[in-house]
């Protein structure tokens, strides 16, 4: 087990926010927003009595760092950086509170760590424990205070500030918090990787997971939630009016009532459509450490076909979201950090047919092993302010079944190739330009289907997940009177899913 140590900062700052549908847009079209949140990441990780400083820089006891500290004033921006550990772990997050420069608001922050079983001293609820006061300058120790959990269950969780939580939340005071299975908690579940890097469950060796594959690519202490990729949809809304109001309230004296929000822009990951294809200002760059790097808040799903992937979908915005993914139906596997009982449910099932195919064959009986299907499925899924919802995909070939249709035509209906040519004809901007990952300004590659059809290319295959309140899928143009809405925008983001492994062209 480890000990994690976590530096965050409260300060304000600013983002910009697209008007428009355009991928780059002009920076005139942009809506610069101000923003509260939380700075810092990581400062030191702990294993196996090894000290590992990811940044120094974040040792508030040093004086030497004061400086750099109280620079990062002004910095915040939409969501606060992603907090992971393992179960088991000690996770420690100190906070420090520089202030609000901007509006020149001086107000205690907390961390609470939503959903995290904690004794009432450290849950971060002002009203009942206790808030960090703002440092009054680079000349003066920090006053800070360190909130500690020991996870005791993996799963998804989000942390936010506390203090006047309708409005600070709102502003933008939020970020994930990830806990992963240890390899002790899966032991205790009978999964286990032997000492050839085949992972088993009660002895037996499961062909469908990776050899060497982590004990962080389960999302609980069970074998059926295996992915191989995962992401984290953090689901949030904004009120220009309402961050506007804050940023001046000292000087005019004029607080919002938060009776009237309503909500301008709908954000994945503190970032609406078609930013949400771009890659994300906090990824940290490759090569960096493993610490670091594993997990952050990309929102363009990239995964090959016959894939595993996760989606972590937290909803930080005050209204619901029912979440619709194109393409595939998910398994929702988990729900505030708790497995779904359906999974259990099918293990006993799994047993059971195990048994009875063994009686039956002792019998000379001709059957196979029960065919059952306990698993709670959907395409769109409804989730609660403050909820946590995990999703587990299996992206599959849709080759076999539609490729002869698209590329040859049947049943006496044209190719859906012939089609689109002859759509592209009459007008070419009916054809969709796909940009595909990674995405650039710089240069931004794209595709499209009638030029794959000349390709005779099935792949890659793009596939929308979004809110499916539709007006929430637009970005609205602010800067106009009066405003308007474009769509496509908002709460909206792709997934890329690329030819299988091993997978010809000549297999088309």
Avoid at 311 to 333: D, E, K, Q, S, T
Avoid at 386 to 409: Q, S
Avoid at 464 to 486: C, G, I, Q, R
């Amino acid at each position: 087990m480890a000990i994690r140590h976590y530096v965050l900062l409260a300060t304000d700052g600013f983002i910009d926010l697209p008007t428009t549908k355009e991928l780059c847009p002009l920076p005139d079209t942009l809506q610069k927003l101000y923003v509260f949140g939380f700075v810092g990441g990581l400062y030191k990780v702990i294993e196996d009595d090894k000290v590992t400083y990811e940044n120094q820089s974040l040792n508030w006891k040093d004086p030497n760092n004061w400086s750099s500290l109280w620079a990062m004033q002004t910095t915040a921006s939409i969501p606060s950086p992603i907090m992971w550990a393992d179960q088991g772990d000690r996770l420690y997050v100190t906070l420090i509170n520089l202030g609000m420069p901007v509006s020149h608001l001086e107000d205690p922050h907390t961390i609470h760590l939503h959903g995290a079983h904690v004794a009432t001293q450290i849950d971060g609820f002002p009203e009942t424990s206790f808030s960090v006061p703002m440092w009054m300058g680079p000349n003066e120790t920090p006053p800070t205070a360190t909130y500690y959990f020991m996870p005791e269950h993996p799963g998804t969780y989000m942390y936010h500030c506390h203090v006047e939580a309708s409005e600070h939340v709102q502003m933008g005071m939020y970020g994930a918090l990830v806990i992963y299975p240890s390899e002790i908690s899966l032991e205790e579940a009978s999964i286990k990787m032997d000492a050839c890097g085949y992972w088993r469950y009660k002895g037996e060796i499961q062909e469908q997971i990776p050899r060497y594959a982590s004990h962080r690519q389960f999302a609980y202490n069970d074998i059926q939630t295996y992915y191989d990729k995962e992401y984290v949809m953090l689901l949030s809304d904004i009120d220009l009016k309402w961050h506007q109001t804050v940023q001046t309230t000292v000087e005019t004296g004029i607080s919002f009532n938060a009776s009237d929000f309503k909500p301008d822009f709908w954000l994945v990951n503190g970032r609406a459509f078609p930013d949400t294809l771009l890659p994300h200002p906090q990824t940290p760059p490759e090569g960096s450490n493993p610490n670091l790097t594993q997990i952050n808040y990309e929102s363009y799903v990239h995964v090959k076909t016959d894939q595993k992937f996760l989606l972590r979908m937290i909803n930080m915005g005050y209204a619901v979201v029912p979440w619709h993914i194109h393409g595939w139906h998910f398994n929702v596997i988990g729900k505030d950090a708790h497995p779904s009982p359906f999974l259990s449910i099918s293990q006993k099932l799994d047993e059971i047919s195990k048994y009875m195919y063994c009686c039956y064959n002792s019998m000379n009986m001709n059957h196979g092993m029960m065919n059952h299907e306990m698993m709670n499925m959907g395409f769109t899924e409804t989730i609660g302010s403050g909820e946590t919802h995990d999703l587990l995909l299996m992206a599959d070939n849709k080759e076999p079944v539609y490729g002869r249709y698209i590329f040859e035509g049947q049943d006496m209906i044209p190719s859906l190739c012939e089609q689109m040519s002859e759509i592209q004809a009459i007008d070419p901007a009916l054809i969709a330009d796909i940009p595909t990952q990674p995405v650039s300004c710089n240069n931004t590659n794209t595709v499209n289907y009638v030029n794959l059809c000349a390709q005779t290319k099935f792949f890659p295959q793009f596939y929308p997940m979004h809110n499916h309140d539709d007006y929430k899928v637009t970005n609205t143009n602010t800067l106009e009177t009066p405003a308007f809405s474009n769509y496509p925008g908002g709460q909206l983001t792709m997934i890329q899913a690329d030819a299988p492994s091993g997978y010809m062209e000549s297999e088309q």
